[in-house]
């Protein structure tokens, strides 16, 4: 099977952990930043994680060295228009980006120049390739949280024009919920759609609060919804989509392999699941790489494929046009 031409949807995937390494190098050349080495090569293996962290916060270790040279609106836009140049070249007919403004005013840019990057890329790759995206912003949740709201307010400006959702990120905390029942209420109120991570490492209490008390749509990872039932149930009724994301959750020891993850279980027992890349520079991968390892592993049918395709459109915080687009992709 041709897994390049299979059309894909990714709607789980960091901007900040999809770097090109050569363009690392370029930005600090232009941004007269010194990196420990000009070799792309060296680059990339300070990009990319052990394929066995000794945890998530190591994995998240791997986003400084982009975020350093991520301070100009040139950069942003620049990485935001070869994310999706890159997806769009494996066939992924659908893209959305999640990343963390806050992350992003080292140098003193403003919320709104930092969102408009972003979105300017994107929708230049639009114009020139054949794919469609949005951006959801993305809330630390080990970050202070004086200025969450202002994230959500500059965001405003662009819904409904390349930015959809609000998102919590970062390391996972038990309980953290609770914490941000008022900023998801503000982002709902605003217009945002929800998804949050949750479920990652270990705790399902966190999947069942996000969408109990947060309102989320989608989660982000939820595979350990496994083993707390009630988080399984709610996930299961309320036909909340998870955003899986396989060679992740094994380099972060979310599983211990990928044959124990547990995507096809949920599939099988009618769990909405989506396959995503989460970071393709941090893990080193591609959209047709989750898809054929997913696929290999599970001994997944073409069938099943676009029955996870269909769920990915369904469960995309795009327009009905564009879903409807998208559908067309369907034998």
């Known amino acids: ?17 999809s770097v090109r390494p050569q363009t690392i190098i370029d930005l600090a050349r232009r941004q007269q930043l010194s990196l420990p080495s000009e070799d792309v090569e060296q680059i990339k293996s300070l990009m990319i994680a052990p ?8 994995y998240l270790s791997r986003f400084d060295l982009p975020l350093s040279v991520m301070q100009t609106e040139e950069a942003i836009e620049r990485i935001s228009f ?36 972003a979105v300017r890329g994107m929708q230049r790759a639009e114009q020139q390739y054949d794919i469609r995206g949005n951006y959801i912003l993305s809330i630390l949740r080990t970050m202070p949280k004086d200025r969450i709201n202002d994230v959500i307010d ?24 609770h914490e941000f029942i008022p900023y998801a209420q503000y982002a709902r109120d ?5 998804t949050i991570h949750a479920g990652e490492q270990g705790d399902g209490q966190n999947v069942h609060d996000a ?55 949920f599939h099988k027992d009618g769990v909405l699941i989506t396959i995503n890349t989460d970071n393709r520079t941090v893990s080193n991968t591609t959209m047709t790489d989750e ?35 998208l559908l067309r992709h369907l034998p």
């Open 1 to 17: 099977m041709n897994h390049f031409d299979l059309p894909k949807i990714d709607l789980h995937c960091h901007l900040d952990g």
């Open 51 to 58: 394929e066995t962290c000794q945890n998530l916060d190591q």
């Open 82 to 117: 070869e994310l999706f140049e890159d997806a769009a070249l494996e066939n992924v007919k659908y893209l959305e980006v999640r990343f963390g403004p806050l992350l992003h005013m080292q140098k003193g840019l403003e919320l709104e120049q930092i969102i408009g990057s």
């Open 154 to 177: 500059a965001g405003t400006r662009y819904l409904g024009k390349g930015v959809v959702a609000f998102d919590l990120a970062g390391s996972e905390r038990s309980g953290f919920c």
């Open 190 to 194: 605003k217009g945002f759609r929800v």
């Open 211 to 265: 969408v109990a008390l947060l309102g989320a749509e989608r989660i982000g990872h939820g595979i350990h919804i496994k083993g707390h039932p009630d988080a399984y149930h709610l996930v299961k009724e309320q036909s909340v989509a998870l955003e899986t994301c396989p060679s992740s959750n094994v380099q972060t020891k979310a599983v211990t392999s990928l044959a124990t993850h547990p995507v096809k279980a």
């Open 291 to 325: 898809v054929r390892k997913v696929m290999a592993e599970f001994g997944l049918t073409l069938e099943e494929y676009f029955e996870i395709y269909r769920v990915s459109v369904d469960n995309a915080f795009a327009s009905d046009q564009v879903k409807t687009e």
